[in-house]
Protein backbone atom coordinates (compact mmCIF):
# COMPACT_ATOMS: atom_id res chain seq x y z
CA UNK A 1 0.00 0.00 0.00
CA UNK A 2 1.14 3.35 -1.68
CA UNK A 3 0.69 6.38 0.81
CA UNK A 4 0.36 9.74 -1.68
CA UNK A 5 2.46 11.96 0.99
CA UNK A 6 1.89 15.10 -1.55
CA UNK A 7 -1.50 14.76 -0.60
CA UNK A 8 -1.17 14.45 2.95
CA UNK A 9 1.34 17.47 2.96
CA UNK A 10 -1.11 19.65 1.30
CA UNK A 11 -3.59 19.12 3.70
CA UNK A 12 -1.20 20.25 6.37
CA UNK A 13 -0.25 23.08 4.55
CA UNK A 14 -3.96 24.17 4.55
CA UNK A 15 -4.36 23.22 8.29
CA UNK A 16 -1.79 25.31 8.97
CA UNK A 17 -2.57 27.88 7.05
CA UNK A 18 -6.45 27.76 8.97
CA UNK A 19 -5.13 27.78 12.42
CA UNK A 20 -2.50 30.69 11.45
CA UNK A 21 -5.02 33.02 10.23
CA UNK A 22 -7.73 32.19 13.40
CA UNK A 23 -4.96 32.93 15.69
CA UNK A 24 -4.22 36.24 13.80
CA UNK A 25 -7.82 37.02 14.26
CA UNK A 26 -7.83 36.24 17.66
CA UNK A 27 -4.43 38.48 18.72
CA UNK A 28 -5.81 41.31 16.17
CA UNK A 29 -9.27 41.80 18.07
CA UNK A 30 -7.46 41.77 21.50
CA UNK A 31 -5.49 43.98 19.99
CA UNK A 32 -8.60 46.42 18.97
CA UNK A 33 -10.52 45.84 22.54
CA UNK A 34 -7.57 46.42 24.29
CA UNK A 35 -7.11 50.22 22.04
CA UNK A 36 -10.24 50.76 22.48
CA UNK A 37 -10.12 50.75 26.21
CA UNK A 38 -7.35 52.84 26.75
CA UNK A 39 -8.82 55.57 24.02
CA UNK A 40 -12.46 55.41 26.37
CA UNK A 41 -9.98 55.49 29.64
CA UNK A 42 -8.36 58.55 28.42
CA UNK A 43 -11.19 60.16 27.33
CA UNK A 44 -12.73 59.76 30.67
CA UNK A 45 -9.81 60.40 32.50
CA UNK A 46 -8.46 63.77 30.75
CA UNK A 47 -12.03 64.80 30.40
CA UNK A 48 -12.17 64.68 34.12
CA UNK A 49 -9.13 66.28 35.16
CA UNK A 50 -9.17 68.87 32.57
CA UNK A 51 -12.36 70.32 33.32
CA UNK A 52 -14.83 68.35 30.96
CA UNK A 53 -16.38 66.40 33.12
CA UNK A 54 -15.99 67.65 36.47
CA UNK A 55 -18.69 69.12 38.45
CA UNK A 56 -17.03 73.01 38.66
CA UNK A 57 -17.99 73.28 34.63
CA UNK A 58 -21.67 71.76 35.56
CA UNK A 59 -22.36 75.04 37.85
CA UNK A 60 -23.01 78.05 36.39
CA UNK A 61 -20.27 80.28 36.26
CA UNK A 62 -19.62 82.72 38.75
CA UNK A 63 -19.90 86.53 37.91
CA UNK A 64 -16.95 88.92 39.55
CA UNK A 65 -18.71 91.88 39.28
CA UNK A 66 -21.71 91.10 41.14
CA UNK A 67 -19.55 90.75 43.78
CA UNK A 68 -18.73 94.46 44.87
Known sequence: MDINWSAFDGILGVLLIIVVIW??????KRILIGAIAVVVIGVLF???HVGGFSRA???E???EAGAE
Open 23 to 28: VALKLA
Open 46 to 48: FGW
Open 57 to 59: SLE
Open 61 to 63: PRS
